[in-house]
């Protein structure tokens, strides 16, 4: 049961169902209800780090979470040019077990989430997050798509024949990693060429699949260690 949930809105139509999913699970559990939203800065080339941001309370939003969750609702407003980072930082200030987002930004499981906020926050947050599905319908008017993979090969029982297929798909990653060293050294380092080399990156691990898309993911979100 968690004791205060934190959810993030922009107060728009899509944001309403994780505001609504967030009061549901108040009411429930009878925990606090925060609702956050995050403002532009007054300067957004300032380049101000996490301990700059601090939280300030808000009338309406404070409103609309006391209609939700009576006395236990509150809201609170924060000026970040960095949304995902500002909604981690508020909820350890406010020690939440359970931060809510929407998904919008998120479909198409090929897509890289560099710049996605729920994403990050998933990533980034030390708590609980539930990420709510947010839209029926796709960001462009239609249902989302789900990129579908061809189901896995029967696993032999044979320890011979299964150590084939290890092989067989061992190879095939040998072979695409090998082409994407080659196509770099003729092509992209040649010309040093960064936004090049991001593509044949991209190509390579959908190429070998769902576990190698999930990977680059979770590099995507990792600028520390994979250059934007």
Not at 27 to 39: F, Q
Not at 149 to 171: F, I, K, N, S, T
Request: glycine residues 6%; aromatic residues 2%; contains cysteine.
């Amino acid at each position: 049961m968690a004791r205060r949930i934190l959810v993030a809105t922009d107060l728009s139509d899509t944001a309403s169902e994780a505001v609504r999913w967030a009061a549901d699970s108040a009411r429930r559990d009878a925990a606090e209800l925060v609702l956050l939203r995050v403002a532009a800065p007054e300067h957004p080339d300032a380049a101000a780090s996490t301990e700059d941001v601090h939280p300030l309370p808000d009338s309406q939003l404070t409103s609309i979470a006391q209609e939700l969750a009576g006395k236990r609702g509150r809201g609170l407003v924060v000026a970040s040019a960095d949304a995902a980072e500002a909604i981690v930082h508020v909820a350890e200030q406010e020690r939440v077990d359970l931060i809510v987002c929407g998904n919008v930004g998120m479909r198409g499981r090929k897509e890289f989430l560099l710049h996605n906020v729920p994403n990050r926050v998933s990533h980034m947050a030390r708590c609980s997050v539930v990420l709510v599905n947010t839209a029926g319908e796709g960001e462009d008017g239609h249902r989302p798509h789900f990129h579908r993979h061809r189901p896995a090969p029967h696993v032999a029982a044979d320890p011979e024949q299964y150590e084939g297929q290890m092989l067989g798909r061992a190879a095939e990653i040998g072979r695409v990693v090998a082409a994407l060293g080659v196509r770099e050294a003729f092509t992209a380092r040649r010309h040093h060429d960064l936004a090049r080399e991001a593509q044949l990156l991209r190509a390579s691990l959908e190429k070998l699949g769902p576990t190698f898309e999930k990977l680059g993911q979770m590099l995507s979100t990792r600028p520390d260690l994979l250059p934007r």
